[in-house]
C-alpha cells in the first residue's frame, strides 16, 4: 500500500489537492463544532493537524446520515462521528481530506477531515503513553512503546542518519565495508571479559561436577571437566568484542576497510555509560601511520557531527530545547575546530599540575579517567584534543612499540562533554615483537597464529580506530544514558524484548 509520508505532505503546497494520511494519534481535541487531532508517522518530528469542522460537514452532507448505496456505508459525516468516538492517544488511523493553510501558528498546512478510519485501537485505560510527561526510566521498561514518543522517534531519526552518515563517509573515501565474525576465538582487547558461545549441556557438567568432587577431585581440576573438543566449534568460543584483527587481514588485501556491526562484552557494570551489546565502527587502513589515523579520525567526528547539524535539523532543535541545552552551540564548535594534539606524556603533566581538582591523581602510567579528559578538552584546551602515545601497559597488545621501549602509538581522541569518543593505534607491524607482547600478557600465540602470519608476509605498517556508534549518538544527541540510544538495551540482568 503505497502512501506519502507525513514529512513529504507537510513541505506540500496547500492547494486543496485530497492527501492521505497514515499514521498513530497524538492527541484528539473536541469541542461542540471542530476536533482537531495531531497524528504522527513516525517520519519526521512534527506532527499533522486533521481538522474537522461538524457545522461544515453538517452541510456538504445533508445532515450526514444518509447510506452511500456504492460502498453500503454510512456517509461520511456519520461515519466520521462514529470513528471519532474510537480515537483515543494511540490509536492508528487512516484519514482523508483536502489539504489547505494552517491558521494556527507553527504549521503552515493542516488536513481539513473528509474520512477517517479507526485501524487499531488503543485503550486510555491501559495505554502507557498518554499525554504525559514520562521518564526514561519507565520508558526503558516499554522499550517496545517508546520509539512513539517524540524523544525515541528523535533519536530513531538520529540512530538511522547516523548510520548513512558512516557508510557515505567511508564510502566517499574508497573503503570497503567489510563483515567481520561476530563469533571469535580470540580475544582482541585481551580483557577476557566476553560471553561464551557453547553447544555443551551445562546441566551434565554440573553433575560430572558434583560427581568428581565426591571422587575427592579439587576445585582448581574443574577445568579439566569441561572438554572443548565436544563442543560445536572444537575449540573455546565466544562473541567478539571487536571486529578489528579481521579487518586488518582485509586491510591488508583491499587497503582501506571499515567494519560497522555489533559486539559484545560481559563487563557487569550498571553504569550509563555501558552496554553488553553495542555497535562498534572499525576502519583499518593499510600504508597509514598514527599520524594518518589521527587525520582520518579528525575528519570523520567533524563530518558526522556536521551531518547531524545540517541534515537532522528538527531532531537537533528539540535535544537542544528539550535534552541538553546548548547541545548545538558545542557541537557547532566542535565542527569548527583544530583538534589539539598533544602526547600523553605532556597531557600527565598539565594534569599534575592540577591534581586538586581530581578525586583520582593523575600520574604517568595511569588511565586516564572521564574527570581528566574533560579536563583537558573543557578548561585546559577547550576543544577536542587528540591524547597519543601511551604507556604500552595500559593498551592493548596489538598497537605499535615505540622506539622507547615504554610507549605504544596509540590515540584517544577527546570530546567537551563526555571525554573520550574514540580510541586508536598504529598497529604493530613487526612479528617479532608482535609475538614478544602476545607472549608478555600471557595470550596464548597459537590464538593468534593467522594474526602473526599478517607479518609474515608483505607487512605493511598500519592504522585504525574504534568508535563506539552508542557513544556518538550519546553525544550529538545530549541523551545521558546510552541505554537510551539504542533500540533494544542489553545490560547486566536485563535481556528484555
Known amino acids: 500500500m503505497q502512501h506519502t509520508l507525513i514529512k513529504d505532505i507537510l513541505v506540500s503546497k496547500p492547494d486543496g489537492k485530497t492527501v492521505d494520511v497514515y499514521g498513530w494519534v497524538r492527541t484528539k481535541r473536541d469541542s461542540k463544532n471542530l476536533c482537531f487531532i495531531e497524528v504522527n508517522d513516525g517520519s519526521c518530528f512534527a506532527s499533522i493537524q486533521l481538522t474537522f469542522d461538524r457545522e461544515n460537514a453538517a452541510h456538504t452532507s445533508a445532515g450526514g446520515a444518509a ?39 507553527g504549521q503552515a498546512v493542516e488536513v481539513a477531515l473528509e474520512r477517517i478510519d479507526v485501524l487499531g485501537e488503543a485503550s486510555a485505560e491501559t495505554y502507557p503513553l498518554q499525554k504525559k510527561g514520562h521518564s526514561f526510566e519507565f520508558l526503558r521498561e516499554i522499550a517496545h512503546l517508546r520509539p512513539r514518543t517524540n524523544a525515541f522517534g528523535a533519536v530513531g531519526r538520529m540512530r538511522n542518519q547516523m548510520a548513512f552518515a558512516v557508510h557515505t563517509f567511508f564510502q566517499e573515501r574508497g573503503f570497503n565495508y567489510v563483515h567481520t565474525p561476530i563469533i571469535t576465538a580470540s580475544d582482541a582487547e585481551g580483557a577476557g571479559e566476553m560471553f561464551q558461545v557453547t553447544t555443551l549441556d551445562l546441566k551434565k557438567i554440573a553433575e560430572a561436577g558434583i560427581i568428581a568432587g565426591a571422587k575427592g577431585t579439587k576445585p582448581e581440576k574443574a577445568a579439566e571437566l569441561v572438554d572443548y573438543t565436544k563442543d560445536f566449534f572444537g575449540k573455546s568460543a565466544n562473541l567478539t568484542v571487536s571486529g578489528q584483527l579481521e579487518a586488518e587481514a582485509w586491510a591488508t588485501a583491499l587497503s582501506r576497510v571499515y567494519t ?14 555501558h552496554l553488553a551489546e553495542f555497535w562498534m565502527i572499525e576502519p583499518e ?19 558526522l557531527v556536521n551531518w547531524a547539524l545540517t541534515k537532522c535539523t528538527e531532531d537537533m532543535a528539540f535535544f537542544d530545547a528539550r ?9 557547532k564548535k566542535v565542527a569548527s575546530s583544530d583538534f589539539k594534539r598533544i602526547s600523553y606524556t605532556d597531557a600527565v603533566k598539565e594534569l599534575e599540575k592540577n591534581n586538586d581538582r581530581f578525586e583520582f ?45 615504554k610507549t605504544v ?25 608482535l609475538l614478544s ?24 605498517v598500519h592504522s585504525g580506530f574504534g568508535l563506539g556508534f552508542e557513544r556518538l549518538l550519546r553525544y550529538v544527541t545530549g541523551m545521558a544514558n546510552l541505554r537510551d540510544v539504542i533500540p533494544f538495551p542489553r545490560t547486566p540482568k536485563s535481556a528484555e524484548f
Request: aromatic content about 10%; hydrophobic content about 35%.
Open 285 to 303: 587502513m593499510a600504508f597509514f601511520d598514527l599520524d594518518d589515523d589521527m587525520d582520518l579520525a579528525e575528519d570523520f567526528i567533524k563530518y
Open 437 to 460: 607482547r602476545i607472549k608478555e600478557l600471557g595470550l596464548n600465540p597459537e590464538d593468534y597464529r593467522w594474526y602473526l602470519d599478517l607479518r609474515k608476509y608483505g607487512s605493511v
Open 409 to 433: 602509538r596509540a590515540v584517544d581522541v577527546l570530546v567537551p562533554g563526555i571525554g573520550e569518543i574514540i580510541g586508536g593505534s598504529q598497529r604493530e607491524e613487526n612479528y617479532d615483537v
Open 260 to 273: 560497522f556491526g555489533p559486539t559484545f562484552r560481559a563487563e557487569n557494570s550498571n553504569t550509563p555509560r
Open 323 to 331: 535534552i541538553q541545552k546548548g547541545l548545538i552551540d558545542t557541537l
Open 361 to 405: 591523581k593523575a600520574f604517568w602510567g595511569c588511565d586516564l579517567q572521564t574527570e581528566h579528559e574533560r579536563f583537558l578538552t573543557e578548561q585546559l584546551f577547550n576543544k577536542p584534543v587528540m591524547v597519543y602515545d601511551y604507556p604500552k601497559e595500559i593498551k592493548a597488545f596489538y598497537m605499535k612499540l615505540n622506539a622507547d621501549g
Open 67 to 105: 447510506h452511500d448505496a456504492a460502498t453500503g456505508t454510512v456517509n461520511d459525516a456519520t461515519h466520521i462521528e462514529n470513528e471519532l468516538k474510537k480515537i483515543t492517544t494511540g490509536a492508528s488511523i487512516h484519514a482523508s481530506g483536502k489539504l489547505i493553510p494552517s491558521p494556527a501558528s
